[in-house]
C-alpha cells in the first residue's frame, strides 16, 4: 500500500508482522511500518506525522526481540529504502543506513579499501551497526567513522561528527532523538584482493564456530570484562537448555535459537533463566547485548 499522503513516495503497510522482519522471526504486528523510497521521502514522512505517535528504527532486526504483542506506533525501515553508498575521496566510504554490513565490507574490498572485512559477517544494517557499535574480530564500527548524518522525529537533519557520541563495547550514546541517516568511513588503501580473502577466512571461522544457519540474534549478552558470557553459560551446564522454542545453541552458548516454533515470551524468559541461573551460581551478573523493541536493553 502507497502511504496515504500524494507527495509521500514510501511504502506503508499496516499491521504488518515484524516476526518476517527479524532474525530470530518472532514478534507480533507493528501497527505501521514504513519503508521510506529514499532520504528525502524520509523526511517528508516524518515532517508530517503526528508527534505523538512512537516510532521505532529497524535496520535487518538482528539483534532485536519484539515482544509477541507487537508494537503500538510506526516502524521505519531502513534496509531495502536508504541504501546508497559510494567512495568518496580516495579513502572515504560514504553508505546510507539501509546498507546491509555484508555489502558494505564487500564493496570496500572491491575499491582497494580495507579496516571494514568484520563488517561482512554482521547481519545488520550500517545503522544498526552504528547504534550498536557492532564489532568482530577486534574490528568495530565506530573506529571507521568520519562523521554520520542523523535525522530527528520532526524530519531535521544534522551533521555529528564522532565527538558527538560516547562510544563503548556494544554501546553508543548520542544527542537525544537522533537517528542515524548516513555514514562516512574512513578507510585505509590496501589490497583488495587479501581484503576478500580476508573475508572468506572470517566468514568460515564463524561458520565453524556459530549455529548461523539457525534463527537468532547472535550473541545475547555482551561479554563481563575479561571473560565471556559463553564460557560462563556452558560452566553451569546451560549450554542445550531450552524453554518452550527457545533453547541455548549447542555450538555456542551465547547464542539463543528459535527452534521453529518459539514466542518472544519463550526467548525473553529463556535470556531471564540464563541471566538469573549465571548471577546465582557465578556471581556475574550478565547484561543482555540484544534490544527489546518498546524497552531499550531487554
Ligand atoms: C548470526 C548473527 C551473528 C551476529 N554477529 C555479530 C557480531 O559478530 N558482532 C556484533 O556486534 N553483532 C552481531 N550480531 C548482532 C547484530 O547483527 C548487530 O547488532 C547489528 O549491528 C544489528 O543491525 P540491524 O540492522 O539488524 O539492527 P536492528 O536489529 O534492526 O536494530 C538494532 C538496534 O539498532 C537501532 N537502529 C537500527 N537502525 C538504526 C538507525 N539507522 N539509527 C539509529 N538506530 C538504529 C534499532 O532501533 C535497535 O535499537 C549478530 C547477529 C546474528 C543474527
Redesign the pocket.
Known amino acids: 500500500m502507497v502511504a496515504n499522503r500524494t507527495d509521500l513516495r514510501g511504502e506503508l503497510r499496516e499491521h504488518e508482522p515484524l516476526a518476517r522482519h ?2 530470530w522471526r518472532v514478534g507480533g504486528p507493528a501497527r505501521r511500518f514504513y519503508r521510506p523510497a529514499d532520504a528525502d521521502d524520509l523526511v517528508a514522512f516524518l515532517r508530517q506525522l503526528d508527534p505523538s505517535e512512537p516510532v ?9 526481540l519484539v515482544p509477541d504483542a507487537g508494537f503500538q506506533g510506526t516502524v521505519i525501515q ?2 531495502g529504502s536508504l541504501t546508497r553508498m559510494e567512495q568518496r575521496g580516495d579513502t572515504g566510504l560514504y553508505a546510507e ?2 546498507v546491509a ?1 555484508a555489502k558494505l565490507a564487500r564493496y570496500a574490498a572491491r575499491q582497494g579499501l580495507v579496516g571494514a572485512e568484520f563488517l561482512a ?5 550500517l ?10 574480530w577486534g574490528g568495530e ?1 565506530w573506529s571507521q567513522v568520519a562523521g554520520v548524518r542523523t535525522i530527528d522525529r520532526h524530519g531535521q537533519v544534522r551533521a555529528r561528527s564522532p565527538a558527538d557520541f560516547t562510544v563503548g563495547y ?1 554501546e553508543v550514546k548520542g544527542p537525544e532523538g537522533e ?3 548516513d555514514a562516512l568511513l574512513e578507510l585505509a588503501p590496501g589490497d583488495g584482493e587479501a581484503g576478500m580473502g580476508r573475508i572468506r577466512e572470517l566468514l568460515e571461522q ?1 561458520a565453524r564456530t ?1 549455529p ?1 544457519g539457525l534463527p ?4 545475547v549478552f555482551r561479554n563481563p570484562p575479561g571473560d565471556h558470557a559463553a564460557r560462563l553459560i556452558e560452566s553451569i551446564g546451560l549450554k542445550g537448555y531450552r524453554l518452550g522454542g527457545a533453547q541455548v545453541s549447542e555450538k555456542h552458548a551465547n ?1 539463543i535459537i528459535n527452534t521453529g516454533a518459539a514466542s518472544a515470551r519463550d526467548i525473553g524468559s529463556l535470556i531471564e533463566h540464563v541471566r538469573r541461573e549465571v548471577e546465582r551460581q557465578t556471581g556475574v551478573r550478565l547484561v543482555p ?1 540484544v ?1 527489546m523493541v518498546g524497552g531499550g536493553s531487554q
Request: aromatic residues 10%; glycine residues 20%.
Open positions: 527479524t532474525s521505532f528504527w529497524l535496520g535487518l532486526g538482528s539483534n532485536l531502513t534496509q543506513s539501509g554490513c559477517g554482521i547481519p545488520g544494517t545503522g544498526g551497526a552504528l547504534a550498536m557499535n557492532a564489532g568482530a564500527t556494544r537517528w542515524f541517516l564463524r556459530q548461523t537468532s540474534c547472535g550473541s547464542f547485548e534490544r
